[in-house]
């Protein structure tokens, strides 16, 4: 696998990028061009969201009216990110919860100002004018910042530093996590996220080619979105190395999510053996990935749901007995092949005790426990699934109401025949 090379389309879509400005609206980022999106403007807002958030599905017609106001800016971007499906990205800023919002000052990464406002569109485009104001320059309101384009990034030599996949050197540099003795334990040891760690010294040439291979693979590959890696100076403190035992350097240790054993790449630490590494440590992982990516499906059963649809008259009126019945006989039926009708039978469960409301207060109490970044990703796909189920249940209900405020259709009336002897 070649790591550096220059490849002459991406070069120029991103020069087109520069040359632009912001032209694309509301950015879409992942962990391969988060760094290097950063990088290209003064000021950039990120939001960072979850597909299945209620509360990030409300705010997002205002963020897009904020991505239009900066449409064509050279200076401010507006991006989003799926802090779910880039766990390593989110982790390494410390999201606890979605929606939230952070906004990027001159390309660094490393630091943030989290945006605690209000979350409507004039208060956020208000407010990053201001900030903008303060960190640049005076800026209209109704202007758009006309600054010269940004020039393609250089290098030492003053050539045009080499690009993968629109990700440079500098970029995979920044994307490797330092950590030391201040943030070990919140970046490596938290439950949430696999974690590579790469232990090494200064003055170590084998450190240094190391760390080269680790770079190549940010550029060369998407790892970093399921894997956060870091960098452990040793040099600067030794603690971790005794409490792993780590007595050579170059070394590389495997911290699983969920605090579960730690694993050790005994082999050479080239490029092939760090890939095999990492593709069998993640293979359960993408597994796991495959079953979320459905999630608006996750946990539906089709005869299950012909069968509230086909009573959704009787839901609203509070008669749920011959419902339950038809569900007991589709369970049934399943032989086993509906392990998730057991969270049907508990929405009609708050239906009968809890009425219709109930069934509200349960859907939303849902929300706001899937709105929680740090969730178990087994605890996560058990509240998609009853998300999903209770929304088949609410429109539904939805369905039937309209239904019932229909004024029925009135027959025209037929003409009164009058014999010959009335006239």
Same mark, same amino acid.
């Given at each position: 696998?070649?790591?550096?090379?220059?490849?002459?389309?991406?070069?120029?879509?991103?020069?087109?990028?520069?040359? $632009?400005?912001?032209?694309?609206?509301?950015?879409?980022?992942? *962990?391969?061009?988060?760094?290097?999106?950063?990088?290209?403007?003064?000021?950039?807002?990120?939001?960072?969201?979850?597909?299945?958030? *209620?509360?990030?599905?409300?705010?997002?017609?205002?963020?897009?009216?904020?991505?239009?106001?900066?449409?064509?800016?050279?200076?401010?971007?507006?991006?989003?990110?799926?802090?779910?499906?880039?766990?390593?990205?989110?982790?390494?800023?410390?999201?606890?919860?979605?929606?939230?919002?952070?906004?990027?000052?001159?390309?660094?990464?490393?630091?943030?100002?989290?945006?605690?406002?209000?979350?409507?569109?004039?208060?956020?485009?208000?407010? $990053?004018?201001?900030?903008?104001?303060?960190?640049?320059?005076?800026?209209?309101?109704?202007?758009?910042?006309?600054?010269?384009?940004?020039?393609?990034?250089?290098?030492?030599?003053?050539?045009?530093?080499?690009?993968?996949?629109?990700?440079?050197?500098?970029?995979?540099?920044?994307?490797?996590?330092?950590?030391?003795?201040?943030?070990?334990?919140?970046?490596?040891?938290?439950?949430?996220?696999?974690?590579?760690?790469?232990?090494?010294?200064?003055?170590?040439?084998?450190?240094?080619? $190391?760390?080269?291979?680790?770079?190549?693979?940010?550029?060369?590959?998407?790892?970093?979105?399921?894997?956060?890696?870091?960098?452990?100076?040793?040099?600067?403190?030794?603690?971790?190395?005794?409490?792993?035992?780590?007595?050579?350097?170059?070394?590389?240790?495997?911290?699983?999510? *969920?605090?579960?054993?730690?694993?050790?790449?005994?082999?050479?630490?080239?490029?092939?053996?760090?890939?095999?590494?990492?593709?069998?440590?993640?293979?359960?992982?993408?597994?796991?990935?495959?079953?979320?990516?459905?999630?608006?499906?996750?946990?539906?059963?089709?005869?299950?749901?012909?069968?509230?649809?086909?009573?959704?008259?009787?839901?609203?009126?509070?008669?749920?007995?011959?419902?339950?019945?038809?569900?007991?006989?589709?369970?049934?039926?399943?032989?086993?092949?509906?392990?998730?009708?057991?969270?049907?039978?508990?929405?009609?469960?708050?239906?009968?005790?809890?009425?219709?409301?109930?069934?509200?207060?349960?859907?939303?109490?849902?929300?706001?426990?899937?709105?929680?970044?740090?969730?178990?990703?087994?605890?996560?796909?058990?509240?998609?699934?009853?998300?999903?189920?209770?929304?088949?249940?609410?429109?539904?209900?939805?369905?039937?109401?309209?239904?019932?405020?229909?004024?029925?259709?009135?027959?025209?009336?037929?003409?009164?025949?009058?014999?010959?002897?009335?006239?």
């Amino acid at each position: 696998m070649q790591v550096f090379g220059y490849y002459n389309e991406v070069l120029f879509s991103l020069f087109s990028l520069f040359s $632009l400005g912001n032209a694309v609206g509301l950015i879409d980022l992942d *962990g391969g061009n988060f760094a290097s999106t950063i990088n290209n403007f003064k000021m950039t807002m990120v939001e960072f969201y979850a597909p299945w958030c *209620g509360a990030c599905k409300k705010f997002a017609p205002a963020y897009d009216k904020v991505a239009e106001k900066f449409r064509n800016s050279h200076d401010i971007a507006i991006a989003r990110i799926d802090g779910f499906a880039n766990q390593p990205v989110s982790a390494a800023r410390g999201i606890k919860a979605f929606p939230t919002l952070h906004v990027y000052f001159n390309g660094d990464v490393e630091n943030h100002m989290i945006f605690k406002g209000k979350r409507t569109a004039d208060y956020i485009i208000n407010e $990053l004018n201001r900030l903008f104001d303060e960190k640049f320059k005076k800026i209209d309101g109704d202007q758009t910042f006309n600054a010269p384009p940004p020039q393609p990034p250089l290098g030492d030599s003053g050539e045009a530093v080499k690009i993968r996949g629109q990700i440079t050197e500098k970029d995979a540099d920044k994307m490797m996590v330092k950590v030391g003795k201040k943030n070990f334990t919140n970046i490596v040891l938290n439950k949430y996220s696999n974690v590579m760690v790469a232990f090494v010294e200064h003055d170590s040439h084998a450190c240094d080619v $190391l760390k080269r291979v680790l770079r190549g693979l940010l550029m060369e590959t998407d790892f970093n979105k399921e894997v956060v890696i870091a960098v452990y100076d040793a040099t600067e403190g030794k603690v971790w190395s005794r409490i792993y035992e780590v007595d050579k350097y170059p070394s590389i240790l495997w911290f699983p999510k *969920g605090n579960k054993p730690i694993d050790q790449l005994d082999d050479d630490l080239n490029e092939e053996a760090i890939v095999e590494f990492i593709m069998k440590k993640l293979k359960t992982k993408k597994q796991d990935l495959d079953v979320i990516e459905n999630h608006e499906k996750l946990g539906l059963i089709e005869d299950m749901d012909k069968t509230i649809a086909e009573h959704r008259s009787a839901i609203i009126e509070g008669d749920l007995i011959e419902l339950k019945i038809k569900l007991i006989d589709v369970v049934n039926s399943l032989q086993g092949g509906g392990a998730d009708t057991k969270f049907y039978m508990e929405v009609v469960n708050v239906l009968e005790h809890q009425g219709l409301n109930g069934l509200t207060r349960f859907a939303k109490d849902i929300e706001k426990k899937l709105s929680n970044a740090m969730l178990e990703r087994r605890d996560r796909i058990t509240l998609i699934k009853k998300s999903n189920i209770s929304r088949v249940f609410v429109d539904n209900i939805e369905q039937a109401k309209a239904a019932v405020k229909q004024p029925a259709k009135r027959k025209p009336k037929t003409p009164v025949k009058r014999r010959k002897d009335e006239l």
